[in-house]
């Protein structure tokens, strides 16, 4: 059965901190690891990643997925109070796409 | 700005009744897929589709639940009796499937279904 985990389930943090978001993965027929936001509304697209050790950036955001041991670190740095959201690791299967997401990361940051 | 949409952004309904959401994927996508969201079960895959045709709708309770794409741009769930346990947040979500784009998933902005 395919499976996508994420750690921690919820994390509270104040402004300026860094944080790790981790998501591990067991599923047949890689394709790729997607990472979204969801704030109070619809999951909004973040990330791909699709190779091993190449870390994508957006501002303060980063990720890097490693394919050999089957995770996806997701890191925040200079935290603001507006990155709190849920944030969710999707893996997707080849083919159709189908896609399996895991639970999510619940980001508070206080002022 | 191309986007998802859904209707009804709302539905509140009594037990027994049929439900029907009603999703417009962006133009061009290929793939469709509904999601439900709850609290204790996070996001839950129902069904999707790649080219209108059904793939999997393994997460779907048959006997209640149906999804179908009569064409291109439009993506129906139903649910016939609902019941209160499918009070939930239903989401349509597109895209391209993988090779033909990045396989990323645009959501729509879901039905909130409160059944009473």
């Known amino acids: 059965e395919d499976k996508v985990v994420q750690s921690p389930l919820s994390l509270v943090v104040h402004e300026g901190d860094t944080v790790t978001l981790n998501c591990s993965y067991e599923?047949?027929?890689?394709?790729?690891l997607l990472w979204y936001k969801q704030e109070k509304k619809a999951p909004t697209f973040l990330f791909m990643l699709?190779?091993?050790?190449i870390e994508k950036k957006s501002g303060r955001l980063s990720s890097i997925l490693d394919k050999k041991e089957l995770f996806s670190i997701l890191n925040i740095t200079a935290t603001q109070t507006g990155d709190s959201a849920i944030y969710l690791c999707?893996?997707?299967?080849?083919?159709?796409?189908?896609?399996?997401f895991g639970d999510g990361t619940t980001l508070t940051v206080k002022p | 700005d191309a986007r998802v949409t859904q209707t009804p952004r709302h539905k509140v309904t009594e037990m027994g009744q049929e439900v029907t959401m009603r999703c417009q994927p962006i133009?061009?996508?290929?793939?469709v897929f509904w999601y439900r969201q709850t609290m204790m079960q996070g996001l839950e895959l129902l069904a999707y589709f790649r080219n209108r045709a059904p793939l999997d709708d393994s997460g779907m309770p048959k006997d209640r639940f149906s999804a179908e794409m009569p064409d291109a741009t439009l993506a129906t769930l139903k649910i016939q009796p609902s019941e209160p346990r499918d009070s939930a947040v239903y989401f349509c979500a597109s895209g391209l499937i993988p090779g033909q784009g990045r396989g990323e998933q645009y959501f729509g902005p879901g039905t909130r279904l409160t059944v009473t």
């Open positions: 699709t190779s091993s050790g």
């Open positions: 599923v047949t027929n890689f394709r790729s």
């Open positions: 999707a893996v997707v299967m080849g083919g159709a796409g189908k896609s399996t």
């Open positions: 133009l061009g996508h290929n793939t």
